[in-house]
């Protein structure tokens, strides 16, 4: 392993480069549900209601985060690279499935058999990019990792007009999707290679993982972080889309893109901005990530407040505006997550810490999707539900800056 001032190899940007594709497909699968809801719940009238459809997104959630510390921990205990290429894999041909189901209990199924399977990616890939840049590029390294995510979500976003044309439909969508995975995975698993290890490195038991890393007060405390503003991620991309077609009167298109292309745009921006802040700001104190991640937290708190109130406005342009301050600030925090978890974590746990912390952060963005549904089924004001996450967002400002970063890239003594 290369010491933490070191300047990366130029396979280790190309480890990155493979891996935005996957990002990309990883959360497109996720998100384009969410976009073509009305033509899934006609085509589907067994769906029901709108708890019922919260079911829908809460299960994969579900799945997805008690698979996630499993996945990361095989990450860590054996190859990187089998682990993301056998997850784009199983997750391509199931997304591929999901476009022949026919009722809601085929489609209840089919998410979760995806949460499965997409669990093993994102600890086993944000691990390996961590793995090969070590020091003054890891945030910048993660940042365009995560943007290849905010692409796909924004792809994602433009899904509702393909559900909508007579010509393909939401079944084409998702037919297209899984067999481009499929075949993308060949290349991947050709080209990508693990990165070296510390000849000092221990392999834990599961149970000796996790009981290290809870034993860890910095990062139970990243746990809360990253679950309480995650929350509020989730009902963003879940069920922005149909709020802003029910409150503002747009059509499904519309109302997808507006609710996925202006705040991934704002992530993709600020996800470089702060990757590049964080590596310079860790120059100065090794609390640089934890600042800048922090900053994004705050500016998401205010940003949750303000789509909360925007109906009352009847503009769809202040929903927007919002919107885009809300993804400004998740790329400070998304871009800095693993980053900060570097810091806390040795170099053999940090794929199943990840894993945990997707556990904790998704099973309560799965209770969010499915609270936020019976919370509009009750009409409960959305100024009040948002103002909700947003109170959970500014706790999570005094949790990260409570963490206390060390040195974990460093070989251990002799």
């Known amino acids: 392993?290369?010491?933490?001032?070191?300047?990366?190899?130029?396979?280790?940007?190309?480890?990155?480069?493979?891996?935005?594709?996957?990002?990309?497909?990883?959360?497109?699968?996720?998100?384009?549900?969410?976009?073509?809801?009305?033509?899934?719940?006609?085509?589907?009238?067994?769906?029901?209601?709108?708890?019922?459809?919260?079911?829908?997104?809460?299960?994969?959630?579900?799945?997805?985060?008690?698979?996630?510390?499993?996945?990361?921990?095989?990450?860590?205990?054996?190859?990187?690279?089998?682990?993301?290429?056998?997850?784009?894999?199983?997750?391509s041909s199931i997304t591929w499935a999901t476009g022949q189901v026919t009722s809601y209990n085929e489609l209840m199924f089919t998410r979760a058999v995806m949460g499965i399977s997409e669990a093993f990616y994102i600890p086993a890939a944000l691990a390996l990019i961590a793995d090969y840049h070590v020091g003054a590029t890891r945030s910048r390294a993660v940042g365009m990792h995560q943007m290849g995510i905010y692409c796909g979500v924004i792809i994602g976003g433009f899904s509702g007009y393909v559900a909508e044309d007579p010509a393909y439909g939401w079944r084409w969508m998702f037919a297209a999707c899984g067999l481009i995975g499929v075949f993308y995975a060949v290349p991947l698993f050709a080209i990508l290679r693990n990165a070296p290890r510390h000849a000092d490195e221990t392999k834990a038991s599961p149970a000796g993982a996790v009981g290290e890393l809870l034993g860890n007060r910095s990062f139970r405390l990243l746990v809360l972080y990253f679950t309480l503003p995650a929350m509020a991620g989730w009902i963003v991309r879940d069920w922005m889309p149909a709020i802003l077609k029910t409150e503002f009167g747009i059509g499904q298109g519309k109302a997808g893109v507006s609710a996925s292309v202006y705040w991934m745009v704002a992530a993709l921006i600020s996800a470089v901005i702060g990757g590049?802040?964080?590596?310079?700001?860790?120059?100065?104190?090794?609390?640089?990530?934890?600042?800048?991640?922090?900053?994004?937290?705050?500016?998401?708190?205010?940003?949750?407040?303000?789509?909360?109130?925007?109906?009352?406005?009847?503009?769809?342009?202040?929903?927007?505006?919002?919107?885009?301050?809300?993804?400004?600030?998740w790329g400070f925090f998304d871009s800095n997550n693993m980053p900060i978890l570097c810091q806390i974590a040795r170099p053999d746990l940090r794929a199943t810490g990840?894993?945990?912390?997707?556990?904790?952060?998704?099973?309560?963005?799965?209770?969010?999707?499915?609270?936020?549904?019976?919370?509009?089924?009750?009409?409960?004001?959305?100024?009040?539900?948002?103002?909700?996450?947003?109170?959970?967002?500014?706790?999570?400002?005094?949790?990260?800056?409570?963490?206390?970063?060390?040195n974990t890239d460093a070989p251990a003594a002799p």
């Open 1 to 91: 392993m290369p010491k933490p001032d070191a300047r990366p190899t130029r396979f280790a940007w190309i480890v990155v480069a493979l891996l935005v594709p996957v990002a990309l497909l990883n959360y497109l699968d996720r998100q384009m549900l969410a976009a073509m809801k009305f033509s899934l719940m006609t085509d589907i009238p067994d769906i029901g209601s709108e708890a019922n459809w919260g079911k829908i997104l809460a299960l994969f959630k579900w799945t997805y985060a008690f698979l996630g510390p499993v996945g990361g921990y095989l990450a860590d205990r054996f190859s990187r690279r089998h682990v993301i290429a056998a997850s784009l894999v199983v997750w």
């Open 276 to 329: 590049w802040l964080a590596d310079r700001w860790m120059l100065r104190t090794p609390r640089g990530r934890i600042y800048t991640s922090a900053l994004g937290m705050v500016l998401i708190a205010v940003a949750m407040m303000g789509v909360g109130y925007s109906p009352r406005t009847q503009t769809l342009a202040v929903a927007v505006a919002f919107l885009f301050l809300f993804g400004f600030g």
């Open 354 to 406: 990840y894993g945990v912390m997707n556990l904790v952060s998704m099973s309560c963005g799965g209770l969010a999707d499915w609270g936020f549904g019976v919370l509009r089924d009750l009409q409960v004001p959305l100024m009040a539900i948002f103002g909700l996450f947003a109170s959970l967002a500014l706790i999570s400002v005094a949790l990260v800056l409570m963490i206390r970063p060390v």
